[in-house]
């Protein structure tokens, strides 16, 4: 099972937001109310506010996470079959093309020069090989008349080879001249291709992209001018190892996960898996076919694959956000509630406000044992379904134990807060590596280190 990190460690920014919106009321709240009570004895204990989930009984799913490349189906790159420059473009980039639609005109001036010539060159040889027919049905017919008089001995055998000769010379020059037409033939036909090809078309319907192609330009058929597919169905590769192909096989559940993706995420089977692996890294390609109807995935888009492959043992199931490392011992475990009454959960819906805080309840550091780690939660053991576990401010109770006001929530919302971070801390990743990139001076001319000479 794919490893995850750890949830005790910092939190996003997003989460601090988010926990100091809840509880910031909360503590003001506490601190007044207990201020209010006791006036006159100088020292006012604060209460901190926590949320807690509920622990549940259940198994994890067994998921491979893996990173995968959006393509489009039928997606193609055109290259032009000739050179020559390019005289009109009839595509823009998005443009939505059908078969056989013009995408580029190419300069057809010498092309068409061609034609004409291979043209030209096409009636010539069909009139030679009308002289050269005519020529060998009159030595068929003088052969004709050269055996009735040899058989009458009214020539001498010598002019009767002589004719029987030439006859066989006009049959070969009228093959020769049916020879010439059909290859004047075949050289029309190959220059009608070649000004055929000056006009670039689309050979699939679909949308045209990249597009490199400007009035003027020489293309040659090592210039790619286009790219083409079709958007509305797209095609997701994901790479496997040959280890994974021990348990990961074809139509096994997919979840797609992306930004631009309606809701976050979508789930399809998986499709294909090539047969073939790579002669040196032993991997081989896996595809999943998604309808793209909104077009929210474009080719080249990298997106996160989770494929299950089957579900781990039973077992008690705490957030991952609850697992925290005690600092005083490095022992991990989870903050549990002495009771197990606390409260309805409270669905904290976007846009809600905060609510639903208990009187303060006491907590207790629990170690457990981590027998199984999901994407978002993981199962446990030395703790039962059931008990009330805190998800987020372990940091404000003791190192073994507490006492807190609680926030019941429910597990969704715990996992949209664990969701949030992990976005949150790629957002942070990416930031860093361009500025890592922006400060970073230009590397120095190391050929006066090295020795080497420009």
């Known amino acids: 099972m794919q490893r995850l990190h750890k949830a005790a460690g910092p939190l996003s920014p997003a989460i601090i937001l988010v926990f100091l919106f809840l509880t910031t009321p909360l503590i003001l709240t506490s601190c007044s109310d207990e201020a209010g009570g006791s006036q006159g004895r100088g020292t006012e204990r604060l209460i901190p506010a926590v949320e807690a989930v509920q622990a549940r009984h259940g198994s994890l799913p067994l998921t491979e996470r893996l990173s995968g490349k959006v393509r489009a189906r039928n997606q193609v790159e055109l290259y032009p079959e000739v050179s020559a420059v390019v005289t009109s473009v009839y595509a823009e980039n998005g443009d939505l093309v059908n078969e056989g639609d013009p995408l580029i005109q190419l300069r057809d001036t010498e092309f068409r020069e061609r034609l004409k010539q291979a043209e030209a060159d096409l009636q010539i040889a069909r009139a030679q090989a009308k002289q050269a027919e005519a020529e060998h049905r009159r030595m068929q017919s003088e052969l004709r008349r050269a055996t009735r008089l040899s058989e009458q001995d009214l020539i001498s055998p010598t002019e009767f080879e002589t004719i029987q000769t030439q006859a066989v010379a006009a049959e070969a ?209 030395g703790i039962d379904s059931g008990r009330w576990v805190v998800t987020i401010g372990q940091d404000l109770l003791g190192s073994d134990t507490g006492s807190a006001r609680v926030r019941p929530v429910d597990w969704e919302w715990v996992e949209k807060l664990q969701q949030l971070q992990r976005e949150d801390l790629l957002d942070e990743i990416i930031r860093k590596q361009q500025t890592n990139v922006i400060d970073t001076p230009p590397p120095a001319d190391t050929s006066r280190r090295t020795g080497g000479t420009s």
């Open 173 to 381: 020059d009228a093959e020769l001249a049916r020879a010439r037409v059909e290859q004047a033939e075949a050289t029309v036909e190959e220059r009608r291709e070649a000004l055929a090809r000056t006009t670039i078309r689309a050979p699939v319907g679909g949308t045209v992209g990249n597009r490199r192609a400007e009035v003027g330009m020489l293309v040659t058929p090592n210039t790619r001018v286009y790219t083409l597919g079709k958007m509305d169905s797209v095609i997701v590769e994901v790479v496997l190892t040959d280890r994974m192909l021990a348990y990961i096989k074809e139509d096994q559940r997919s979840q797609i996960m992306g930004q631009t993706l309606p809701g976050g995420s979508m789930s399809a089977p998986l499709s294909r898996i090539s047969p073939f692996l790579h002669p040196v890294t032993h991997s081989t390609t896996a595809e999943i076919d998604l309808a793209n109807p909104d077009r929210a995935l474009k080719p080249g888009m990298f997106v996160t694959v989770d494929i299950f492959y089957g579900e781990s043992d039973q077992a008690t199931l705490v957030p991952l956000s609850s697992l925290w490392e005690n600092p005083a011992t490095s022992v991990t475990g989870v903050f549990v509630s002495r009771g197990t009454e606390i409260g309805e959960p409270v669905a904290m819906l976007e846009g809600s406000r905060p609510g639903g805080i208990t009187e303060p309840v006491g907590f207790e550091f629990v170690p457990v044992n981590v027998v199984a780690k999901g994407r978002l939660s993981a199962g446990v053991t």
